[in-house]
């Protein structure tokens, strides 16, 4: 799922997720309009996402749509597993933040992107094709721009 009204550099971007099954669900930020690769991955972008082992990860997709690139991934208390999750992206510039329920598990500087870079937010979801159960649902998604100058 995309929000598509616009690009976005500057932004708040949460959601508020539950899935039952041990795939991942991430939100997909400043991301481009283009799908392809290994995965069918929407690129270029980034993903943050977690899954009901505790886990969460980011990811760094290329604009070539080559190879994904892990920025972290680590285990973490913050998740509600087999619950209901607040994922949370906060993006000034090159500057990242990544929240799980009100906790910030991660931020970074992305020195190899422009600092002014848009794109896309949205949510995305994985299944492994040989998962049975298998369910997601999404409560809300809330967007806030941030203006900054220019």
Same mark, same amino acid.
């Given at each position: ?11 708040? !971007? ?5 899935? $039952?099954? *041990?795939?991942?669900? &991430?939100?997909?930020? #400043?991301?481009?309009? @283009?799908? /392809? ?5 929407? !690129? ?5 996402? $977690?899954? *009901?082992?505790?886990? &969460?990860?980011?990811? #760094?997709?290329?604009? @070539?749509? /080559? ?14 597993? *087999? ?68």
């Amino acid at each position: 799922a995309v929000y598509s009204g616009g690009q976005f550099t500057d932004f708040d !971007y949460s959601a508020q997720v539950w899935r $039952y099954g *041990n795939d991942p669900v &991430y939100l997909a930020v #400043r991301m481009g309009n @283009t799908v /392809g690769g290994p995965l069918g991955s929407w !690129y270029p972008g980034y993903l943050f996402g $977690y899954n *009901n082992q505790g886990y &969460y990860a980011i990811w #760094r997709l290329p604009g @070539t749509g /080559g190879e994904q690139e892990i920025v972290s991934g680590l285990i973490s208390p913050a998740v509600n597993q *087999n619950g209901w999750n607040t994922l949370r992206v906060k993006a000034v510039g090159n500057q990242f933040w990544f929240y799980i329920n009100t906790t910030l598990v991660y931020n970074f500087s992305d020195t190899s992107s422009d600092k002014r870079l848009r794109g896309f937010v949205g949510i995305a979801t994985y299944r492994n094709p040989s998962t049975l159960t298998y369910g997601f649902y999404v409560n809300y998604a809330k967007l806030n721009v941030i203006k900054t100058p220019q």
